[in-house]
């Protein structure tokens, strides 16, 4: 019999394309239903590696990806919430939580597939709170996933008739590691575990694989999944790319331990299978799982030295955006509100020192165009929104206890300049979205703009800078001289404007180009004006 390739192929293909969107569509349902709050459970319960490795699974199941899970573990790291023994924990976790998907697809309900779709269809279309909208999508989804095996299923079926891949699957089982690195490379190139791991139980249930070529692909499947999390720490932080770095000799190390220990492994799954009658895709779940379990328990114990080894493989200094306040002691409220108040000023000595460091990075992207200036820029504004909460928070616990009336003008002064600060960071994360904008479409800035931009940048920077160190030192005159400055940024931004319609009178400077300039330029002024808002509450002038 000749086989059809190309309806193979479609529906393999089709099939493969409905089981992504389905995982990522329920995954999606199931974040929104938990409150889409994981970045908080991540790091309010990771206290150490054994709940990391609890609030991973949770996590994981709740997202149903653990590369998803790795990536927000990379970023949390990166941005100082979290130490890389915490994050093994998460990782070794989220490893654990992927098996859940198998266990899913292990109940043959592949008739149902469409009727399940068509409820979740019913409650997204005809019910208006989100709550039913957020079911829907994971019913949705959750039938998504049996139609694209369905699909893919029948795609695979005709290949039993094929004598290559019978070759193939007989050389799988007498060479192991020929299965692994099948596994491997199918898992980097779909970038998802799930998916191939959906795959092997298709080809499992229709006895186009055996047992002993299966599981090796497992394993296979098991290290290419840490491709993603590979990804998304290129160009992060030092931190962030031991995290990665320990997520592939984590599941590399288990995948070489199981080779070792696969004849008495398949011994395992077969006796565990006949134990509970499992059908056979539930043998796949079930050695996934098992596989998984082990690994994190034979490797918990090396939790310090994988911690030790990525040390000395990736030098360097481990350069961090700490989000997490450093000076805030709720004791002290109570205690002494003088003292909460003088930690609060520490605190947004620091956010204020963000501000600066942001401004900073923005003009090194306006400069150079170099990505990891944009996003180390928007990690900045993202650790000064973290701060304005903590901060805000803080203050407001202390406003509840009986203060002196010098206390309370200190504290309401503090208040203000937090919203300052928080308006200078979205001020310049307006900025790197004008110029990520500006790359996108290729629009060209003219070189005089380019230098009246520097100008501006460079006076606006010192005095957010000098406002800062006055509200450190109280120190008036500084104070002064940053009022003076910003009279300067003003005048600055007057001239600038008017140069830019000369610019586009003469045709030098396209429509774009001036919008992005006048944009930039506004944005520049208006944090001219928070950092004289931060000195006139050192000069007792606000309020």
């Not at 999944?225 to 932080?237: C, D, K, N, Y």
């Not at 003008?409 to 928080?422: A, C, F, P, Q, Y």
Request: proline share 2%; hydrophobic share 45%; with cysteine.
């Amino acid at each position: 019999m000749e086989l059809d390739w190309q309806e193979m192929l479609f529906q393999f293909l089709g099939g493969l394309g409905i089981f992504l969107f389905a995982i990522k569509y329920m995954g999606d349902g199931l974040q929104r239903a938990a409150g889409d709050r994981l970045r908080d459970i991540l790091d309010r319960f990771t206290t150490n590696p054994f709940m990391g490795i609890l609030v991973g699974i949770i996590v994981t199941v709740l997202i149903q990806s653990s590369s998803g899970t790795t990536v927000i573990t990379v970023g949390l790291v990166s941005a100082g919430f979290m130490k890389l023994r915490q994050a093994i924990g998460v990782i070794m976790g989220a490893n654990i939580g992927t098996t859940v998907t198998a266990f899913i697809i292990g109940f043959d309900v592949g008739a149902y597939a469409l009727p399940i779709m068509g409820v979740g269809a019913f409650l997204i279309f005809f019910f208006n709170k989100n709550v039913y909208k957020n079911i829907g999508d994971v019913v949705f989804g959750f039938g998504g996933l049996f139609l694209g095996l369905e699909l893919m299923s029948n795609g695979m079926k005709p290949l039993r008739e094929l004598q290559s891949f019978s070759d193939l699957t007989v050389s799988m089982s007498e060479q192991p590691i020929l299965g692994v690195i099948v596994g491997t490379v199918f898992t980097l190139i779909v970038q998802s575990s799930s998916a191939t791991v959906g795959i092997l139980q298709g080809l499992y249930a229709e006895n186009l694989v055996d047992l002993q070529a299966a599981l090796p692909i497992l394993f296979g499947d098991n290290i290419g999944t840490t491709i993603t999390a590979v990804l998304a720490s290129i160009g992060a932080s030092v931190a962030a790319r031991r995290a990665a770095a320990t997520h592939v000799l984590f599941n590399i190390i288990g995948a070489v331990v199981f080779l070792i220990l696969l004849v008495p492994f398949t011994a395992y799954v077969e006796w565990i299978s006949t134990i509970l009658s499992l059908e056979n895709k539930m043998q796949i779940a079930f050695a996934h799982g098992s596989f998984n379990i082990a690994n994190t328990i034979i490797q918990f114990p090396l939790i310090g030295f994988w911690a030790l080894l990525v040390t000395k493989l990736i030098p360097g200094e481990d350069v961090t955006i700490e989000y997490k306040p450093k000076h805030l002691d709720y004791h002290f409220i109570q205690q002494s509100p003088a003292v909460a108040i003088g930690q609060a000023k520490e605190e947004i000595i620091r956010m204020g020192n963000f501000g600066v460091q942001g401004l900073n990075e923005t003009f090194e992207y306006l400069k150079t165009g170099k990505k990891k200036h944009a996003e180390m820029a928007y990690q900045i504004e993202d650790a000064i929104n973290n701060l304005d909460y903590r901060i805000t928070d803080y203050l407001v616990e202390i406003s509840s206890e009986n203060i002196s009336p010098l206390e309370s003008t200190r504290h309401m002064k503090l208040m203000e300049t937090v919203r300052d600060i928080e308006r200078i960071g979205d001020h310049f994360e307006n900025i790197v979205e004008l110029l990520d904008y500006k790359d996108v479409n290729r629009v060209e800035l003219t070189e005089d703009a380019i230098e009246d931009l520097s100008n501006m940048f460079t006076l606006t920077i010192e005095t957010v800078e000098k406002s800062v160190h006055a509200l450190n030192a109280n120190d008036m005159k500084l104070a002064r001289a940053v009022t003076k400055q910003e009279d300067l940024i003003d005048k600055m931004e007057r001239k600038f404007r008017k140069n830019h319609i000369m610019r586009l009178n003469s045709g030098n400077c396209t429509a774009q180009g001036g919008m992005i300039f006048v944009d930039i330029v506004s944005n520049l002024e208006r944090i001219g004006d928070h950092a004289v808002n931060i000195a006139e509450a050192v000069l007792g002038k606000r309020g």
